[in-house]
């Protein structure tokens, strides 16, 4: 009854004038958001007591909100942009300083091949599974729910969305395990999370380039165009990732002479963060277009070669940039949760549920499977790296731009494009629900009642 009354006084201020004084945004976003972000900090604080991922409750708090009283803020895709590219910036220059190479001696090449060639096997597999379920149906459900036919490189698009994980999300994770987990999981998974989130947003350009609408020619045309595209694609692929990898290296080795020089004092690493993240993303888009990948990169070039240590090092760094990461990660859930479309969620969620178990209990084990998988004899290792990370705001933040993507795809009607993009932004939605009640609800309890050592009877 309160929450309500909440909502209505919300949009009775918003009612008062169609803009707040002096800003160009609607007069109750500020309000609305300030009291989101409260709640969101309560039900962190809930989620770490019930043991339980921090994304599930705050997906829950703005879903019900938004089925309360859809278009509360009114917020769109297109001016989510820009927050949506500076959140991602920040978490994987957060992960790059998270990830320390020392922790996965002996597993290196595992991490390594899960996050490029498992990336890809995984994206291939889940949107092809995707593209078979949208033509089957499911039962009583024709076409899965599905207003119109899945196209194929939409189908992958939004396979391609659901591929990484993140990093915070697999600390919080390994918090629940406890000592029942072996010691060298998680590194391997924080790898895995940090350049397979790095790997799934190339894929993403990538699968665009290639399922680009021709202007010109029938189904056919298009199937050898697309056949021709891929070697080009391909090349500017490696190219976006050499141009990343080098403007990240660059600028992570100045910034490393740059620390003991301009800091002084705690209060200038932030300055000095936030500078070395938004330098090091212009500086990938300006040599070749991979700004992302190069701002990862010089957080794992600040994290492993660290010109300053203590708390002027690259732990003093992590530090600070500590409360922007969780800022962005409750960004981008509780972006997604306004923007999806309740009743669309609705409809898409028998489709969301098996698409998220299928990757979770059938695409993820194969891959795993087919790069070998932990040691023999680690039976347990391999079953939580067999099981894999948790998803959160990675993925949504992906899912963000399938509304300004699917549209340029071929196959795709003009008529049906929004519908179908609102579609798989509510799909990835579900899937990431799926995954975080399977692996981050069930699984640690699971793994707390069977994996705990048994005490002998006095």
């Known amino acids: ?4 009354w909440l909502l209505s006084v919300a949009e009775q201020t918003g009612n008062l004038a169609s803009t707040a004084s002096g800003t160009i945004l609607p ?3 500020f309000l609305v958001t300030g009291l989101l972000y409260m709640l969101a900090l309560g039900l962190h604080r809930l989620a770490s007591r019930l043991a339980i991922p921090t994304a599930l409750p705050i997906l829950g708090l703005v879903l019900i909100v938004n089925w309360l009283h859809h278009g509360l803020l009114a917020v769109t895709h297109g001016q989510v942009e820009t927050l949506h590219t500076t959140s991602l910036a920040l978490l994987l220059f957060y992960a790059g300083l998270n990830t320390d190479l020392n922790r996965i001696r002996g597993r290196f090449s595992l991490a390594l091949a899960l996050a490029t060639i498992g990336i890809v096997i995984s ?3 889940l949107g092809l599974l995707l593209w078979a379920l949208a033509h089957v149906g499911l039962p009583s459900l ?3 729910g599905l207003a119109a036919p899945l196209p194929v490189g939409v189908a992958m698009l939004t396979a391609t969305c659901l591929l990484p994980t993140d990093v915070s999300a697999n600390e919080e994770l390994a918090h629940q395990w406890g000592h029942h987990a072996p010691k060298n999981v998680l590194p391997v998974l924080d790898f895995e999370s940090a350049l397979g989130s790095a790997t799934a947003i190339l894929g993403f350009g990538l699968v665009v380039r290639i399922f680009l609408a021709f202007q010109h020619g029938g189904h056919g045309d298009f199937h050898l165009g697309a056949l021709q595209e891929v070697p080009e694609s391909l090349l500017l692929l490696i190219a976006r990732l050499l141009a990343g ?3 990240g290296l660059l600028v992570g080795l100045i910034a490393n ?11 200038h690493l932030l300055i000095l ?20 990948i190069s701002v990862y990169t010089a957080g794992l070039v600040l994290a492993n070669r660290p010109q300053a240590r203590g708390p002027f090092g690259h732990a003093g760094l992590r530090q600070v940039l500590l409360p922007f990461n969780t800022t962005a990660e ?4 509780l972006l997604l949760g306004l923007l999806v479309h309740p009743e669309v969620m609705v409809r898409m969620l028998p489709l969301g549920v098996v698409l998220g178990l299928l990757l979770d209990l059938v695409v993820r084990p194969l891959v795993v499977l087919l790069l070998g998988g932990a040691p023999r004899g680690q039976r347990l290792e391999r079953l939580l790296v067999a099981t894999g990370g948790l998803r959160g705001a990675v993925p949504l933040a992906l899912a963000l731009a399938l509304l300004e993507q699917v549209p340029r795809l071929r196959d795709v009607h003009p008529l049906e494009a929004t519908d179908l993009a609102l579609e798989m932004e509510a799909l990835v939605a579900v899937a990431v629900i799926t995954s975080l009640v399977l692996k981050g609800v069930v699984l640690p309890r699971l793994l707390q009642r069977y994996a705990s050592p048994r005490t002998t009877p006095a």
């Open 245 to 247: 990898l080098g403007g």
């Open 330 to 333: 409750f960004t981008m859930l």
């Open 273 to 292: 963060a936030i500078s070395v993240a938004f330098v090091a993303y212009a500086m990938g888009n300006i040599i070749g277009g991979g700004g992302l």
């Open 27 to 29: 007069r109750g976003f």
């Open 142 to 144: 024709p076409r899965a």
């Open 257 to 267: 002479r740059l620390i003991p020089l301009l800091v002084s004092r705690a209060e």
């Open 123 to 125: 994206g291939l597999l």
């Open 1 to 4: 009854m309160g929450f309500t």
